[in-house]
């Protein structure tokens, strides 16, 4: 445990917790809830009546219900940028599941808590090895709320995660979609629209620089002719018009300066979006 000085909080090392005084946590939130119903409220008024230091921080309450893959893709872009120590709650597609089970993983120093769904699977790369199992309060008039609200209450107290939680092996995965790749052609799929209705790829620019190696391309999709060039910027067309470029994130983004290109092209979750490469010799 590093204190930097009196007055500021502890950060807290998984694994290496130490018996001492409750510390103000960072909580993330990220759920399905929506903002129109008493479920997100009664949530942060619990977890606040447990230590009303906390900083509660909402990531997003409005993925779409049930959707582990777009509260996945929203919250693996963002988690890093909290300090260490932070504890995520991502609360998706878990209220009305039988037999639920509820997940507590340590990873770089930031905690996550989440139902087995395979939403983890979604968002790390490979699975962390500290993973345990939260134990489900059937017998409480709110059992999720009162399953999540124990955890954090007790990792805000420095208590070893062995009793939060037991250790597990394995854990649910859910496969998700992944480019099609050849010699000549890349084919991936949209996996989210973002608000401006810009459509993201599950096309990375790494992957696309190693197929592309320096060979001119053509961009297929839906209803609209066909894209030969990426661009830097939103504004290196004109207002109106559409583009390809690659993100903050590095996926591949169709997006129209100043105007929503899912709206105007149709461009919806799962559509086909394919790269096909030109050889350059005459002996490819």
């Known amino acids: 445990m590093v204190c930097l000085n009196e007055t500021q909080r502890c950060i807290r090392m998984p694994n290496q917790i130490q018996a001492s005084t409750e510390y103000m946590p960072i909580i993330t939130l990220t759920s399905d809830f929506g903002w129109q119903d008493f479920y997100l409220p009664a949530l942060k008024g619990a977890i606040l009546s447990q230590n009303n230091q906390t900083q509660l921080v909402d990531i997003s ?20 940028h909290f300090p260490e120590g932070t504890i995520h709650l991502i609360s998706v597609n878990d209220y009305y599941q039988k037999d639920a089970q509820y997940l507590l993983y340590a990873f770089a120093k930031h905690y996550f808590i ?41 990792l805000s107290q420095n208590m070893p995660l062995e009793e939060i939680g037991t250790p597990l092996d394995s854990v649910s995965d859910r496969i998700t979609l992944r480019p099609v790749v050849s010699t ?57 018009e559409i583009l390809c470029h690659f993100n903050h994130f590095d996926h591949l983004e169709i997006a129209v300066n100043m105007g929503e290109a899912s709206t105007l092209f149709g461009l919806q979750v799962e559509d086909t979006i394919q790269i096909d490469f030109t050889n350059t010799t005459s002996n490819d």
């Open 184 to 240: 000549h052609q890349l084919r991936g799929s949209v996996i989210h629209i973002d608000r401006f209705g810009n459509a993201i790829v599950n096309i990375t620019k790494e992957l696309f620089e190693q197929v592309c190696n320096g060979r001119p391309f053509t961009i297929y999709f839906r209803r609209h002719e066909p894209i030969n060039q990426i661009r830097e910027h939103y504004h290196d067309v004109g207002v109106g």
């Open 61 to 80: 309450h409005s993925i779409q219900p049930y959707d582990i893959v777009q509260a996945a893709f929203i919250f693996k872009n963002c988690w890093q």
């Open 114 to 154: 989440a139902p087995d769904n395979g939403l983890f699977s979604l968002i790390f790369e490979q699975r962390p090895e500290d993973v345990y199992l939260l134990p489900n309060i059937s017998d409480a008039a709110f059992p999720l709320m009162a399953t999540y609200t124990r955890a954090i209450s007790m």
